[in-house]
């Protein structure tokens, strides 16, 4: 170790400056020991507790041991720290007291003495022990001793200054004892030293921090104190503390400036400001760039030499931490910032300095990491560098244009002189990388000596930044520098090159819609493709850019007038044709079809109006405009139209198209919106609903592959059809803006017609709107002539003229002057004819197109009617009367009840019961003159009448009622009502008591007629009647036709009273009135009428000596529950057939209420006595059957119940004693063969005083 | 002289692009539409840790010589991004991120709006005039 004997050096700034420790005393004892002593010191580190709070840290201390010499020791307001002592030690061997008395003592005394003079306090005495030089010594004082007297002379207080080392050489586990504790000792000393000195230095340098505000402080001085803490902070090893220091001078720089431009401007900081003149970019290759630092002690610096000395600093520390990325981030972050300094200083700057400035710095950074990275870190950590890389592409590529190396032409002088300007401000290159080959300095150096070489290295770089962006993902950024790049080979007149980065760029930007970045990118392209004479797709960029919003009136009409130069140059070669896409050019708004439904038939003209929006800047005139058609055949057309017209038909034939896509396409704006239908299936059978769900009509749209590739500027895709249905339109202006255009077409083949394509051509250039969405479409149809006949009212009445309606549907048959419709006559019905009768004929959309008179003409079987002559597509309308003639009448005798003519045979006699009418069906058959067969129509005729007949009797005098009801809607006047005995018997009469001969019969009402019924001789069984009434619609004036009469026939039987039953009540005798509860007596008379007669001779009818009898029985009823009978209710008696012939019987009944009460039913029944032959085959149960029948045969509706009650008790009754004997037959009478005399008469019946507690049980 | 320009995206579509002043838009759209890259970047790297911190400022995308560019996206990745003249020292990342606090508000109002169509570009009065008023708070 040389180390003590060494003339101390000035400062050594490298990494092997280590803290100053320095040695007095016995030299060569420390000599012996120091290579140990420096070997031991850094092996354990020790922990560093800081002052403000700082972090605790373990630190390896080591040493520079040097010689004690007074010069070392600071003086007063000396702020160097890295010279500074930090430790004092003195070395003694000393074991004899005399020796130490001696010399030790006094050297002892002197070292420390100095010591105070400079007010040091950190000192150290080790006294060494030797057990080999001991045994040598006779006067040896116990170890301690000399010890002890130093303590005791020179450590006042502090009895740890002084430590024992034994047996330092010696290996044995004392010494290392002893070297522990003096190390620890040592250890902790130095820290102590450090703290308490580095402490002290923070706290002056704080304070000359503090007096910045002041006139004379210097950043540079101030630099220099704050920067000898760094380099001790370095020296210890801390290097983020070291870093700190800087960062803090950074800041506080950068401060002064950001104050500075807030006009708050400090003095020093003018020297700064002075005009840049070298530019030699950043120096990172030596630890202290000593050239700088120098400049900046000297205050002599500028403001890229303060900046580049400080951030070299920072980059070997960020270095030392093994930090290479963040070098080159704030590397980023200073060049950005140094250049806005600059601008924020207005330090003047020639033009390009900064570019070489930020260029060279920029590599020498790249250079710098890579230098302390190997490949695989530097790969992987591409994001951090891409950034400088792109900034020295940027700044190359603008040096590159200043000194003229991009241009044609290659430099002017001007440009040379500028270079040769910038190369001076580089000066020579530094000797660190004078051998380097890549060095930063020469690669600026040969970039801006020819344009060749700038060429070379600036495709370098960009090649090189565009593959690192794009290994990392950042896609866009390497568009755009490949845009810069294609901006460089568009002026080295190289488009071919350019238009791959023109494209990429583009479709990215499309992708992405950014509108101005598409514009000024398509801009760039439309003049690359001019150059490589893409002819087809210049043109399109170029109706691209004349439609955009983005350009200038100017611009716009530039590239417009481009096309329509080429489309009026190129007549050599034709047939050749540039398609391009329409949507630039104009854009497809709305159309419109003529008729509204868009449906016509064959021969019918269509017109196709469109509105176009035309994107141009001026008004373009376009040789033709067409729509390509589709045409496919319908099976179905008529049908298909029918529904098309229903469901997909806007009301007033506009089809509107949705906006083309913003002028941004993107992905996402570009996609249709979802055309979502409900649906809703039901079950043919009861219409319950059997699914429902959502439909999307525009799946095939939403659910194609997202092509990228397929971008507006793609060209292909525009294959033009050539249909043979196409509509044109020549020569039309397209104005910017809307503009209508008209197609008109006549149809000729049914069918279907898609509007497929709209293609707008301009001599060879064809504008193509490849797809028409949503889906045009026209139908044509084929009809067949009709003819449809159907009533003007809701139904036809009979009897009476009614209006029917023809209308014949031409179709496409033509009917001409002589054509004519043959219906076959019906008997029963009347084809009335009018003398002014028209048909109207009307154009297919009901438009009326002219009227001409009908010609009907009449024979036996045939009715022709002449139809006026008319187009095809045409609608002939006419009126006739037809009148159903009320049937001939009934052959049959059958009694109905409810009259109704007798249809003709072959007609469907329909009959409902209710209120409705009765129906009859004319077939009528009608030959069309376009077919050999007949039609065949059924018209349904109402019967408006309903007519109902009763026998109404007094006593022995016969009435015949009959009403008339009217069904129908209309009022009827009734007029000469006749009824007439069909058999024409001379004895009988019908007298009318009908006062009116004309009756008004309205709607829904009825009118009765009665006629009474007269004989002179015995009147017959039955009786045979027709009534007949003449009847006309009481509004109608004058009818042209005579109308049959309204007939009803009907027959009445049995009509004779044959017995007269009489009922009376009598109250008990005594009692005034009947009184409920109480028995009253009821008197039954039943009175033969008349002698025997016809309708006697039955099987009841007895002969006995001198006259006949009859079984008849009676039975008394009380439905209404007002009476009880007591007794016996029903009993037969035998009848004699004479007339006044009286029979009584005498029952008793009870009131059961109290009031004016109707008497109870007497009724008649014939009693029949059984067939014992018959009696033997039936059994019980058909003869009740027969019975029951026979009971309910002639029973008055109103007896009903009552005859069936009473029935079941007779039943019961005979039942009960029949029990294998053959059953009497009841047979009920007819009403008019019994007459109730008493029908109507009431009894009163006064309520009993204690009625409240009356209970009657009947059993 | 201070410039602002705010962008707003869905996915990378702009919604709203706003620039003071207009002469230099071109080279503002340049410049946003590249700092995508790093949006994409930063949401990538830290989707994750960003979704649990509810931390939707995504800082300095990346500086220029003349010109900062800060981002943010929302929940719904909706990017928010800001370019400011890099001499606008008064800006702090502080200032930055209450400026993106607010622009989210107004861009949740518009979202909130029935009749707005997600995807559309915004044309919210309301929201023209919140931009409108920031940017001049930052000149």
Same mark, same amino acid.
């Given at each position: 170790?040389?180390?003590?004997?060494?003339?101390?050096?000035?400062?050594?700034?490298?990494?092997?400056?280590?803290?100053?420790?320095?040695?007095?005393?016995?030299?060569?004892?420390?000599?012996?020991?120091?290579?140990?002593?420096?070997?031991?010191?850094?092996?354990?580190?020790?922990?560093?507790?800081?002052?403000?709070?700082? /972090?605790?840290?373990?630190?390896?201390?080591?040493?520079?041991?040097?010689?004690?010499?007074?010069?070392?020791?600071?003086?007063?307001?000396?702020?160097?720290?890295?010279?500074?002592?930090?430790?004092?030690?003195?070395?003694?061997?000393?074991?004899?007291?005399?020796?130490?008395?001696?010399?030790?003592?006094?050297?002892?005394?002197?070292?420390?003495?100095?010591?105070?003079?400079?007010?040091?306090?950190?000192?150290?005495?080790?006294?060494?022990?030797?057990?080999?030089?001991?045994?040598?010594?006779?006067?040896?004082?116990?170890?301690?001793?000399?010890?002890?007297?130093?303590?005791?002379?020179?450590?006042?207080?502090?009895?740890?200054?002084?430590?024992?080392?034994?047996?330092?050489? #010696?290996?044995?586990?004392?010494?290392?004892?002893?070297?522990?504790?003096?190390?620890? !000792?040592?250890?902790?000393?130095?820290?102590?030293?450090?703290?308490?000195?580095?402490? #002290?230095?923070?706290?002056?340098?704080?304070?000359? +921090?503090?007096?910045?505000?002041?006139?004379?402080?210097?950043?540079?001085?101030?630099?220099?104190?704050?920067?000898?803490?760094?380099?001790?902070?370095?020296?210890?090893?801390?290097?983020?503390?070291?870093?700190?220091?800087?960062?803090?001078?950074?800041?506080?720089?950068?401060?002064?400036?950001?104050?500075?431009?807030?006009?708050?401007?400090?003095?020093?900081?003018?020297?700064?400001?002075?005009?840049? $003149?070298?530019?030699?970019?950043?120096?990172?290759?030596?630890?202290?760039?000593?050239?700088?630092?120098?400049?900046?002690?000297?205050?002599?610096?500028?403001?890229?030499?303060?900046?580049?000395?400080?951030?070299?600093?920072?980059?070997?520390?960020?270095?030392?931490?093994?930090?290479?990325?963040?070098?080159?981030?704030?590397?980023?972050?200073?060049?950005?910032?140094?250049?806005?300094?600059?601008?924020?200083?207005?330090?003047?700057?020639?033009?390009?300095?900064?570019?070489?400035?930020?260029?060279?710095?920029?590599?020498?950074?790249?250079?710098?990491?890579?230098?302390?990275?190997?490949?695989?870190?530097?790969?992987?950590?591409?994001?951090?560098?891409?950034?400088?890389?792109?900034?020295?592409? %940027?700044?190359?590529?603008?040096?590159?244009?200043?000194?003229?190396?991009?241009?044609?032409?290659?430099?002017?002088?001007?440009?040379?002189?500028?270079?040769?300007?910038?190369?001076?401000?580089?000066?020579?290159?530094?000797?660190?990388?004078?051998?380097?080959?890549?060095?930063?300095?020469?690669?600026?150096?040969?970039?801006?000596?020819?344009?060749?070489?700038? %060429?070379?290295?600036?495709?370098?770089?960009?090649?090189?930044?565009?593959?690192?962006?794009?290994?990392?993902?950042?896609?866009?950024?390497?568009?755009?520098?490949?845009?810069?790049?294609?901006?460089?080979?568009?002026?080295?007149?190289?488009?071919?090159?350019?238009?791959?980065?023109?494209?990429?760029?583009?479709?990215?930007?499309?992708?992405?819609?950014?509108?101005?970045?598409?514009?000024?990118?398509?801009? *760039?392209?439309?003049?690359?493709?001019?150059?490589?004479?893409?002819?087809?797709?210049?043109?399109?960029? =170029?109706?691209?850019?004349?439609?955009?919003?983005?350009?200038?009136?100017?611009?716009?009409?530039?590239?417009?007038?481009?096309?329509?130069?080429?489309?009026?140059?190129?007549?050599?070669?034709?047939?050749?044709?540039? /398609?391009?896409?329409?949507?630039?050019? /104009? *854009?497809?708004?709305?159309?419109?079809?003529?008729?509204?439904?868009?449906?016509?038939?064959?021969?019918?003209?269509?017109?196709?109006?469109?509105?176009?929006?035309? *994107?141009?800047?001026?008004?373009?005139?376009?040789?033709?405009?067409?729509?390509?058609?589709?045409?496919?055949?319908?099976?179905?057309?008529? +049908?298909?139209? /029918?529904?098309?017209?229903?469901?997909?038909?806007?009301?007033?034939?506009?089809?509107?198209?949705?906006?083309?896509?913003?002028?941004?396409?993107? =992905?996402?704006?570009?996609?249709?919106?979802?055309?979502?239908?409900?649906?809703?299936?039901?079950?043919?059978?009861?219409?319950?609903?059997?699914?429902?769900?959502?439909?999307?009509?525009?799946?095939?749209?939403?659910?194609?592959?997202?092509?990228?590739?397929?971008?507006?500027?793609?060209?292909?895709?525009?294959?033009?059809?050539?249909?043979?249905?196409?509509?044109?339109?020549?020569?039309?202006?397209?104005? @910017?803006?809307?503009?209508?255009?008209?197609?008109?077409?006549?149809?000729?083949?049914?069918?279907?017609?898609?509007?497929?394509?709209?293609?707008?051509?301009?001599?060879?250039?064809?504008?193509?709107? @490849?797809?028409?969405?949503?889906?045009?479409?026209?139908?044509?149809?084929?009809?067949?002539?009709?003819?449809?006949?159907?009533?003007?009212?809701?139904?036809?009445?009979?009897?009476?003229?009614? !209006?029917?309606?023809?209308?014949?549907?031409?179709?496409?048959?033509?009917?001409?002057?002589?054509?004519?419709?043959?219906?076959?006559?019906?008997?029963?019905?009347?084809?009335?004819?009018?003398?002014?009768?028209?048909?109207?004929?009307?154009?297919?959309?009901?438009? !009326?197109?002219?009227?001409?008179?009908?010609?009907?003409?009449? =024979?036996?079987?045939?009715?022709?009617?002449?139809?006026?002559?008319?187009?095809?597509?045409?609608?002939?309308?006419?009126?006739?009367?037809?009148?159903?003639?009320?049937?001939?009448?009934?052959?049959?005798?059958?009694?109905?009840?409810?009259?109704?003519?007798?249809?003709?045979?072959?007609?469907?006699?329909?009959?409902?019961?209710?209120?409705?009418?009765?129906?009859?069906?004319?077939?009528?058959?009608?030959?069309?003159?376009?077919?050999?067969?007949?039609?065949?129509?059924?018209?349904?005729?109402?019967?408006?009448?309903?007519?109902?007949?009763?026998?109404?009797?007094?006593?022995?005098?016969?009435?015949?009622?009959?009403?008339?009801?009217?069904?129908?809607?209309?009022?009827?006047?009734?007029?000469?009502?006749?009824?007439?005995?069909?058999?024409?018997?001379?004895?009988? +009469?019908?007298?009318?008591?009908?006062?009116?001969?004309?009756?008004?019969?309205?709607?829904?009402?009825?009118?009765?007629?009665?006629?009474?019924? !007269?004989?002179?001789?015995?009147?017959?069984?039955?009786?045979?009647?027709?009534?007949?009434?003449?009847?006309? @619609?009481?509004?109608?004036?004058?009818?042209?036709?005579?109308?049959?009469?309204?007939?009803?026939?009907?027959?009445?039987?049995?009509?004779?009273?044959?017995?007269?039953?009489?009922?009376?009540?009598?109250?008990? @005798?005594?009692?005034?009135?009947?009184?409920?509860?109480?028995?009253?007596?009821?008197?039954? =008379?039943?009175?033969?009428?008349?002698?025997?007669?016809?309708?006697?001779?039955?099987?009841?009818?007895?002969?006995?000596?001198?006259?006949?009898?009859?079984?008849?029985?009676?039975?008394?009823?009380?439905?209404?529950?007002?009476?009880?009978?007591?007794? #016996?209710?029903?009993?037969?008696?035998?009848?004699?057939?004479?007339?006044?012939?009286?029979?009584?019987?005498?029952?008793?009944?009870?009131?059961?209420?109290?009031?004016?009460?109707?008497?109870?039913?007497?009724?008649?029944?014939?009693?029949?006595?059984?067939?014992?032959?018959?009696?033997?085959?039936?059994?019980?149960?058909?003869?009740?059957?027969?019975?029951?029948?026979?009971?309910?045969?002639?029973?008055?509706? *109103?007896?009903?119940?009552?005859?069936?009650?009473?029935?079941?008790?007779?039943?019961?009754?005979?039942?009960?004693?029949? $029990?294998?004997?053959?059953?009497?037959?009841?047979?009920?009478?007819?009403?008019?063969?019994?007459?109730?005399?008493?029908?109507?008469?009431?009894?009163?019946?006064?309520?009993?005083?204690?009625?409240?507690?009356?209970?009657?049980?009947?059993? | 002289?201070?410039?602002?320009?705010?962008?707003?995206?869905?996915? &990378?579509?702009?919604?709203?692009?706003?620039?003071?002043?207009?002469?230099?838009?071109?080279?503002?759209?340049?410049?946003?539409?590249?700092?995508?890259?790093?949006?994409?970047?930063?949401?990538?790297?830290?989707?994750?840790?960003?979704?649990?911190?509810?931390?939707?400022?995504?800082?300095?995308?990346?500086?220029?010589?003349?010109?900062?560019?800060?981002?943010?996206?929302?929940?719904?990745?909706?990017?928010?991004?800001?370019?400011?003249?890099?001499? &606008?020292?008064?800006?702090?990342?502080?200032?930055?991120?209450?400026?993106?606090?607010?622009?989210?508000?107004?861009?949740?109002?518009?979202?909130?709006?029935?009749?707005?169509?997600?995807?559309?570009?915004?044309?919210?009065?309301?929201?023209?005039?919140?931009?409108?008023?920031?940017?001049?708070?930052?000149?």
């Amino acid at each position: 170790m040389d180390a003590p004997e060494e003339p101390l050096p000035p400062v050594i700034y490298t990494m092997e400056n280590k803290p100053i420790v320095t040695c007095a005393g016995d030299q060569n004892l420390f000599t012996s020991i120091y290579p140990t002593l420096s070997q031991q010191l850094p092996r354990e580190p020790m922990e560093w507790r800081r002052s403000y709070g700082r /972090a605790p840290k373990m630190i390896h201390l080591e040493s520079n041991f040097v010689q004690f010499k007074e010069e070392l020791l600071p003086k007063e307001g000396n702020k160097a720290l890295l010279t500074f002592p930090f430790l004092h030690i003195y070395w003694t061997e000393c074991c004899d007291t005399e020796v130490y008395k001696a010399t030790v003592k006094d050297d002892l005394t002197k070292w420390q003495n100095v010591l105070k003079a400079y007010s040091s306090v950190d000192w150290l005495i080790v006294v060494v022990e030797n057990d080999a030089k001991k045994k040598n010594k006779t006067n040896i004082l116990p170890r301690a001793s000399i010890v002890d007297k130093i303590r005791n002379d020179f450590c006042n207080k502090q009895s740890d200054r002084c430590v024992v080392l034994s047996d330092p050489l #010696k290996d044995s586990s004392r010494t290392q004892e002893s070297w522990n504790a003096f190390l620890t !000792k040592l250890r902790t000393l130095l820290l102590m030293s450090f703290t308490k000195n580095l402490g #002290k230095f923070e706290d002056d340098m704080r304070t000359l +921090r503090e007096k910045r505000t002041e006139p004379g402080w210097s950043f540079c001085e101030y630099f220099m104190v704050q920067e000898e803490l760094a380099f001790v902070f370095e020296m210890l090893q801390q290097f983020e503390d070291a870093l700190v220091q800087y960062d803090e001078l950074d800041a506080l720089f950068s401060q002064y400036v950001v104050n500075f431009g807030a006009g708050d401007g400090a003095n020093w900081l003018t020297f700064f400001c002075q005009p840049v $003149k070298s530019w030699n970019g950043l120096i990172l290759r030596k630890p202290i760039d000593m050239e700088k630092r120098e400049l900046i002690q000297r205050q002599e610096a500028t403001l890229l030499d303060l900046r580049s000395y400080l951030f070299s600093r920072q980059c070997t520390l960020l270095l030392f931490l093994q930090r290479p990325w963040e070098v080159a981030q704030r590397a980023l972050e200073l060049l950005h910032s140094c250049v806005q300094e600059l601008k924020l200083l207005e330090v003047s700057v020639p033009p390009g300095a900064l570019d070489c400035w930020v260029f060279l710095s920029c590599l020498e950074v790249l250079q710098r990491i890579e230098g302390c990275c190997d490949r695989a870190q530097i790969d992987s950590n591409i994001a951090h560098t891409v950034g400088l890389w792109s900034y020295a592409t %940027e700044k190359l590529k603008s040096l590159g244009y200043l000194c003229g190396l991009v241009s044609e032409k290659g430099p002017n002088s001007e440009d040379l002189n500028r270079t040769v300007d910038l190369l001076a401000g580089l000066g020579a290159e530094r000797p660190e990388t004078a051998n380097t080959a890549q060095s930063p300095y020469k690669k600026l150096k040969e970039a801006l000596s020819s344009v060749e070489a700038f %060429e070379k290295h600036y495709l370098d770089l960009s090649h090189a930044t565009i593959e690192m962006f794009t290994s990392i993902g950042r896609i866009r950024s390497a568009k755009l520098v490949g845009k810069d790049l294609a901006e460089f080979y568009m002026r080295k007149k190289s488009p071919q090159k350019a238009e791959m980065y023109l494209q990429g760029a583009l479709k990215n930007y499309l992708a992405e819609g950014w509108a101005l970045p598409i514009t000024h990118t398509r801009k *760039q392209l439309a003049e690359c493709q001019k150059r490589l004479g893409q002819i087809e797709n210049y043109l399109q960029t =170029s109706s691209l850019l004349a439609s955009d919003q983005h350009l200038t009136t100017d611009e716009r009409e530039y590239f417009c007038r481009e096309i329509l130069s080429f489309a009026s140059q190129q007549t050599d070669s034709p047939g050749h044709r540039v /398609a391009l896409p329409m949507h630039s050019f /104009a *854009q497809l708004r709305d159309l419109r079809f003529t008729p509204a439904n868009a449906v016509v038939h064959v021969g019918g003209v269509l017109s196709v109006e469109i509105t176009v929006c035309s *994107q141009m800047p001026v008004p373009i005139h376009v040789e033709q405009i067409a729509i390509h058609v589709h045409f496919s055949i319908e099976k179905n057309s008529y +049908r298909k139209t /029918a529904e098309w017209l229903t469901k997909h038909k806007t009301a007033n034939g506009v089809v509107n198209f949705p906006a083309e896509a913003s002028p941004f396409p993107t =992905s996402q704006s570009s996609l249709p919106a979802l055309e979502l239908y409900e649906m809703f299936e039901r079950s043919p059978s009861d219409n319950s609903l059997n699914t429902t769900g959502i439909i999307c009509k525009n799946v095939h749209m939403l659910l194609r592959r997202q092509e990228s590739s397929t971008s507006l500027e793609a060209s292909s895709g525009l294959a033009l059809e050539d249909g043979a249905h196409v509509l044109r339109c020549a020569g039309v202006t397209l104005q @910017p803006g809307p503009n209508t255009i008209v197609f008109r077409t006549q149809a000729r083949e049914p069918g279907t017609y898609t509007l497929r394509q709209l293609c707008a051509s301009l001599g060879p250039v064809w504008f193509v709107l @490849p797809h028409i969405y949503p889906l045009v479409q026209y139908d044509v149809y084929s009809q067949e002539p009709q003819l449809l006949v159907e009533p003007l009212a809701d139904s036809l009445l009979a009897g009476i003229p009614q !209006k029917v309606k023809f209308t014949v549907t031409t179709g496409h048959y033509t009917v001409k002057n002589g054509d004519s419709l043959q219906l076959s006559n019906v008997d029963a019905m009347l084809i009335l004819c009018p003398e002014e009768n028209r048909a109207v004929i009307y154009s297919n959309t009901r438009e !009326k197109v002219s009227d001409a008179l009908l010609r009907v003409q009449s =024979s036996d079987k045939v009715t022709s009617i002449s139809l006026p002559a008319a187009p095809t597509y045409h609608l002939i309308e006419f009126e006739l009367e037809v009148l159903s003639l009320p049937s001939a009448p009934a052959a049959g005798g059958e009694s109905t009840l409810l009259g109704v003519t007798e249809p003709h045979g072959k007609h469907k006699d329909t009959q409902k019961t209710g209120h409705c009418m009765a129906t009859t069906d004319h077939k009528v058959s009608i030959d069309c003159p376009w077919s050999i067969y007949s039609t065949v129509i059924a018209l349904t005729f109402s019967v408006p009448f309903r007519t109902t007949h009763s026998l109404l009797s007094s006593g022995t005098r016969k009435y015949v009622q009959v009403c008339v009801q009217n069904l129908s809607e209309l009022d009827f006047q009734l007029s000469d009502s006749r009824l007439v005995d069909t058999h024409d018997s001379t004895d009988l +009469r019908l007298i009318p008591l009908n006062t009116e001969s004309e009756q008004c019969i309205h709607s829904r009402q009825a009118v009765f007629f009665v006629w009474e019924l !007269k004989w002179t001789q015995e009147p017959p069984p039955s009786l045979h009647c027709r009534f007949s009434t003449g009847f006309s @619609p009481a509004s109608e004036e004058q009818l042209s036709v005579s109308l049959k009469p309204y007939t009803y026939e009907f027959q009445v039987e049995n009509f004779f009273t044959l017995y007269n039953v009489r009922a009376e009540i009598s109250p008990p @005798p005594g009692t005034e009135h009947c009184r409920t509860g109480s028995l009253c007596s009821l008197d039954v =008379s039943i009175t033969r009428l008349s002698d025997l007669l016809e309708v006697d001779k039955d099987e009841a009818l007895m002969e006995s000596d001198e006259y006949f009898s009859t079984k008849l029985m009676y039975e008394v009823v009380d439905n209404s529950s007002n009476w009880a009978v007591c007794g #016996k209710s029903s009993g037969v008696i035998s009848m004699p057939v004479t007339a006044q012939a009286t029979h009584r019987v005498h029952m008793e009944v009870m009131p059961l209420f109290a009031g004016y009460l109707p008497l109870p039913d007497v009724r008649l029944f014939k009693y029949l006595p059984h067939h014992s032959a018959q009696s033997s085959q039936l059994d019980a149960d058909s003869w009740i059957e027969n019975d029951s029948l026979s009971v309910d045969k002639h029973v008055d509706d *109103q007896l009903d119940s009552g005859s069936v009650k009473s029935r079941g008790s007779v039943h019961s009754a005979a039942s009960s004693e029949h $029990k294998g004997l053959p059953m009497p037959r009841l047979r009920a009478l007819p009403p008019g063969q019994a007459f109730n005399s008493s029908a109507g008469t009431q009894v009163l019946v006064i309520p009993s005083k204690d009625d409240h507690v009356l209970e009657v049980s009947v059993t | 002289d201070a410039l602002s320009t705010i962008i707003l995206f869905l996915q &990378n579509y702009p919604l709203y692009i706003r620039s003071i002043p207009t002469e230099n838009e071109l080279k503002f759209h340049y410049m946003v539409h590249t700092s995508l890259d790093v949006v994409d970047e930063k949401i990538s790297a830290m989707g994750k840790a960003l979704v649990d911190q509810r931390e939707l400022y995504l800082g300095l995308l990346y500086p220029t010589e003349d010109y900062k560019v800060y981002g943010y996206v929302t929940n719904s990745k909706v990017k928010f991004v800001m370019v400011v003249d890099s001499s &606008n020292t008064a800006l702090r990342d502080n200032e930055i991120r209450s400026m993106f606090r607010k622009l989210h508000n107004s861009y949740t109002d518009v979202m909130c709006n029935p009749f707005y169509n997600p995807g559309d570009r915004i044309q919210s009065r309301a929201f023209d005039g919140m931009v409108t008023s920031m940017m001049i708070q930052v000149c």
